[in-house]
């Protein structure tokens, strides 16, 4: 039986030693909570939808408050909402795959990420996604993840990985037209991502973070959509749109959502 998280009034002065980690600390500074997700009913829900093991939240992590968004679990449970409302509260099922990705990309990322893990990583990257072996995959989050992104970048960053969960590694930076960041986590095109034994064809991880955070810009609901965080979902597609794709797509997007043609 899968652990639960307990909503307590514990608080810890600073980030612990993770069991599995090298050691880490960061500036637990609080954002706003987004919607009305500190319940213990939604935070079991999710706890169990994304495969959350208590040894691997615990020890300053914030498996004592999971309501406490200055840690990063807190933060994460914030993220997951982002990504999960987007498009409204409203019900929907979990193999509801109608409309846009901000209306699926909530179920996709439950079906696809296979557990998540907190780690206080080197500094060097956001998240990893470990896919295509026999046991044992899983999505770790770093330190970058939790206090170096707001939580719209974290919600796209949820998406990205769950595209690599299912099976989807980078195909970018590569050959003659390498992206411009140089980056491991570049794709070929907006529209072509894809690369490895059992890969799905069409859009990589990237292609699926910058539309996603696209589609925010555009119709994210009341909740979730602030002018602030529309602002920031704009900025995080463009440099994703700028950055990740061996091809140009030779667009950025504009404050309404429209696209300005960059070629």
Wanted: glycine residues 10%.
């Amino acid at each position: 039986m899968k652990s639960l998280v307990l909503i307590a009034s514990l608080a810890l002065a600073c980030l612990l030693n993770h069991a599995t980690a090298a050691s880490c600390s960061a500036a637990m500074v609080s954002e706003p909570r987004v919607g009305s997700w500190c319940n213990q009913t939604w935070v079991n829900y999710f706890w169990n939808a994304y495969d959350f093991d208590k040894a691997d939240w615990d020890n300053g992590f914030g498996f004592d408050n999971a309501c406490d968004t200055s840690r990063p679990l807190g933060r994460t449970m914030n993220a997951i909402y982002v990504l999960n409302y987007a498009d409204g509260p409203g019900s929907k099922s979990r193999d509801d795959y109608s409309g846009s990705i901000l209306h699926w990309g909530g179920n996709y990322s439950m079906r696809e990420i296979d557990e998540l893990d907190a780690r206080c990583g080197d500094g060097s990257k956001r998240a990893y996604t470990r896919w295509g072996v026999a046991i044992d995959n899983y999505t770790q989050l770093y330190l970058p993840f939790f206090y170096n992104e707001n939580v719209v970048e974290r919600a796209a960053t949820l998406l990205h990985e769950s595209r690599h969960a299912d099976w989807c590694g980078h195909n970018g930076n590569d050959g003659s037209n390498r992206c411009p960041s140089r980056s491991e986590s570049c794709d070929e095109s907006f529209t072509d991502g894809c690369s490895g034994i059992g890969s799905p064809s069409g859009r990589g991880a990237s292609g699926y973070q910058a539309l996603w955070l696209w589609w925010f810009t555009v119709s994210a609901d009341g909740i979730t959509g602030t002018s602030v965080r529309k602002a920031f979902a704009r900025d995080e597609a463009n440099r994703v749109l700028s950055t990740m794709f061996d091809v140009n797509p030779c667009f950025q997007i504009a404050s309404n959502g429209a696209t300005i043609s960059t070629c």
